[in-house]
């Protein structure tokens, strides 16, 4: 039987992963940054410009979304440690997105190197 281990690795083996070095260059030239995560853990900080869809919505929300439909778009994915956004990777490249890239080591890694998060802003009607 298979780990949740065994499916990344396996995943990594077929996608492309960013390396910490040249995510901040290709985050920049693409189309779009998703942050994978859940909702909770997006909220409490997130790179900037990335756009929340959840792991399990991505194949929905990119199918039901026309803007993001072609297939040649330049797409950046993180999670928290890589292991997500690397299924996720896979799955955009079996749905035939040609240009998908995850962030090796995920935020940890960014966050490890200095690199800037940012909070959403939560309007308070108060």
Not at 66 to 88: F, H, V
Request: hydrophobic share 45%; with cysteine; charged share 25%.
């Amino acid at each position: 039987m298979k780990t949740a281990h065994d499916l990344v690795s396996a995943a990594k083996a077929l996608i492309q992963e960013i390396s910490l070095d040249l995510s901040e260059q290709y985050i920049r030239t693409a189309d779009i940054l998703i942050d994978v995560r859940e909702a909770d853990e997006y909220n409490a900080g997130h790179i900037p410009g990335a756009i929340f869809i959840p792991r399990g919505m991505l194949e929905f929300k990119l199918s039901s979304s026309p803007e993001l439909n072609s297939r040649d778009l330049k797409i950046a994915l993180y999670c928290k440690t890589g292991g997500r956004s690397a299924l996720a990777a896979l799955a955009l490249q079996e749905m035939g997105y040609v240009n998908v890239k995850s962030l090796s080591g995920g935020l940890d890694a960014w966050i490890n190197a200095g690199r800037e998060t940012i909070k959403p802003v939560v309007t308070s009607f108060d």
